[in-house]
């Protein structure tokens, strides 16, 4: 920067430099044409300004100085003058003053311009007004009633947004005492509040109450001080907030008492602080007295039943990672070792950052109820036992009439296709008994030997078809009742199939059908009733000649491995299938062709057999604590499966348990 060393023989010079050393301004010397000549002082404004003026004119950098100026170089005046320039972020205000001086080298006039830096004032000044505006703007937006007062208490001013919360009329209360026109039960609370705020320079506040109209109203009054010994004066009505306080006192009372009733306390744990605060009914239940022993938590813990401790601490632990509410039974245990039950409901409530820094809810004494429901579990469980006693005699009663209800329906049923089929197979060889017998009477008279004989052999085929239905009848009701004998012993199964094949040979060949016997390649020696097992293959193979139809095949099969009686219920066992190729059985009569009397719905009247074949079949393998069944096979026609069990315990066991009963 230039200095003005080059006017230290002037007074004008030795007055600038006067000014520079003492008073921080920024002086600037410049010609008519405003280009800057020298500089003097520090204003980092103006410097980073001027250092990027293009040539140094000051009238570049304040367009309007030009005009600021023409008194100096006109007139050859002293001005005053203000001025700003725009920085970033800030606009910097000057206070300006500027005089002619002469150069002795130059007769070209010249001006020395001071600046004054005035921006923190003119801010200050904004500030200010700004701050005044916005307390206007506040005490103008309140509803409530406000005074400015002197130290003696008179009124300077004042402002309502109602005219009607006035006491007197507003005319009357200017430069007058405020506790004039108050209440005169006031006067003496308003002095000292006035003189309180005075000295101590601090908010103080009064509440008081007046009627209207037979109506309590209260009102609130601040106090606050002001620089110049003045004071603000704000009455507030708080009816209604002093109407809710008193409900919420009177709601906590009510609380109070419902929690006494109820044998409930709440409580608050403070988790920043580690202490805990309840309400009065905890003492009571808890049967301490030690308010602030107990505002400690481990205290607490140590009224919990030493079996509950964990526990409680561990749901504690998880609500508070999880910040979820927790629900919990626990148990207090009494200094006379009685025990309380205790229901506690609480939440978790955290800050912003969500760390947990409260817990806070109800716990209840659930003592009688825990009694209660103990005493109604017992007696339940008495009562489920008694039932169930009941329950089972019912069911005993009604699972054996359902028994006999099924028995007499199957009876009853049994009876009727006994009847339909025995009946006709009663009266057909019957009748042809009588009526050949009587053409035998005729031809015998007239000596027709060749028709006599035709004749009895009808006769004996129909009593053959007698006999064996017969003999079928005894021999179901025999296994039935247990009264049938079985004769047990070591034989091969393989061996007996093929010995009733070779006797059904005969009425194979009349059927025209061919049976495929595939021996098996396992041993087939088995415990079991060599004749008894040879009827059931009979009854099987009859049926598979009945229902096959001519020029087809019939099969018999061996099969060994693990069976299932049931589905608990299996055993290792060798058996047989036979597989015709006939018209099959109905997908429900499956295991219906087994009873008594009972056959196929495919099965016509009349074409032989009285179903009582299969029956017998069946009773026989049960006896041999074996399983039979028939199903149909993929390729057409029906299978029979007989399986026996390899191990004969059982069997010689269901032996000598009939001998005895036979000697009995």
Not at 367 to 394: A, D, F, M, P, Y
Request: net charge negative; proline share 3%; hydrophobic share 40%.
């Amino acid at each position: 920067m230039a200095s003005f060393r080059t006017l230290s023989n002037s007074y004008e010079a030795e007055i600038l430099h006067g000014l520079y050393n003492y008073v921080p301004l920024f002086i600037i010397r410049i010609n008519r044409e405003g280009l800057i000549i020298e500089t003097q002082g520090t204003n980092r404004y103006l410097e980073t300004t001027l250092d990027g003026i293009n040539g140094k004119n000051i009238y570049n950098l304040f367009p309007n100085m030009k005009d600021d100026l023409v008194p100096i170089f006109e007139f050859n005046h002293h001005t005053k003058f203000k001025c700003s320039i725009n920085t970033n972020p800030l606009k910097i205000y000057f206070e300006n003053y500027a005089f002619p001086i002469s150069d002795s080298e130059q007769n070209d006039k010249q001006a020395i311009i001071v600046f004054l830096d005035v921006t923190e004032d003119v801010r200050s000044r904004e500030d200010l007004n700004e701050k005044n505006n916005e307390l206007k703007a506040i005490f103008d937006a309140i509803p409530d009633i406000y005074f400015r007062l002197n130290a003696e208490g008179f009124v300077l001013d004042y402002k309502s947004a109602i005219l009607s919360d006035m006491y007197i009329p507003r005319e009357d209360f200017l430069n007058r005492k405020i506790e004039t026109f108050l209440p005169t039960k006031l006067n003496v609370k308003i002095k000292e509040c006035i003189k309180e705020t005075i000295l101590k320079k601090h908010l103080v506040t009064m509440e008081y109450q007046l009627e209207f109209n037979k109506t309590i109203r209260y009102f609130e009054a601040r106090f606050f001080p002001l620089f110049n010994d003045q004071i603000i004066l704000i009455i507030r009505e708080i009816t209604e907030k002093v109407e809710i306080q008193n409900r919420i006192i009177e709601k906590e009372k009510m609380l109070l008492e419902t929690q006494r009733i109820a044998m409930v306390y709440s409580f608050f744990w403070d988790l920043v602080n580690n202490k805990v605060t309840y309400t009065d009914e905890f003492f009571s239940i808890a049967e301490v007295t030690d308010i602030e022993h107990y505002s400690v938590p481990k205290s607490v813990l140590k009224i919990i039943h030493p079996d509950d401790q964990k526990m409680v601490l561990a749901e504690i632990y998880k609500s508070l990672e999880s910040l979820d509410n927790f629900y919990m039974e626990y148990r207090f245990l009494m200094p006379d070792n009685r025990v309380k039950y205790i229901l506690s409901k609480g939440k978790i409530k955290r800050d912003k950052l969500g760390k947990p820094i409260q817990m806070l809810g109800l716990n209840q004494d659930i003592t009688l109820r825990k009694q209660t429901e103990l005493e109604l579990i017992t007696q339940k469980s008495e009562l489920q036992k008694l039932l169930n006693n009941i329950e089972g005699i019912v069911a005993a009663q009604t699972n054996e009439l359902r028994i006999a209800k099924e028995k007499a329906e199957k009876a009853n049923q049994a009876k009727s296709y006994f009847l339909a089929n025995v009946s006709h197979e009663l009266k057909t060889p019957i009748h042809a008994i009588m009526s050949f017998a009587e053409l035998g009477k005729e031809r015998l008279e007239k000596n027709d030997t060749i028709k006599i004989k035709e004749y009895f052999e009808i006769i004996l085929d129909s009593v053959e078809r007698l006999y064996k239905l017969m003999t079928n009848v005894l021999d179901l009701s025999k296994l039935e009742s247990g009264n049938e004998k079985f004769e047990f012993s070591n034989s091969s199964l393989c061996s007996v199939c093929k010995e009733v094949v070779e006797e059904m040979n005969a009425m194979l060949d009349q059927n025209s059908l061919i049976l495929d016997f595939k021996f098996p390649d396992f041993p087939t020696e088995l415990y079991f009733d060599r004749c008894k097992i040879a009827q059931v293959i009979r009854n099987i193979l009859y049926n598979s000649i009945r229902f096959s139809q001519k020029n087809s095949r019939i099969e018999l099969e061996f099969i060994n491995g693990n069976f299932h009686r049931s589905e608990k219920d299996s055993f290792d066992g060798i058996g047989f299938l036979v597989r015709d190729f006939g018209q099959g059985i109905l997908q429900d009569e499956a295991e219906l062709i087994f009873e008594k009397f009972r056959q196929g719905s495919k099965v016509k009247l009349g074409t032989g057999g009285t179903g009582l074949g299969l029956s017998i079949s069946r009773e026989i393998v049960n006896n041999h604590q074996g399983i039979i069944f028939a199903k149909n096979h993929s390729k057409g026609g029906a299978e029979f499966y007989v399986i026996l069990p390899k191990v004969k315990t059982n069997l010689v066991s269901l032996k000598l348990k009939e001998d005895v009963k036979q000697n009995d």
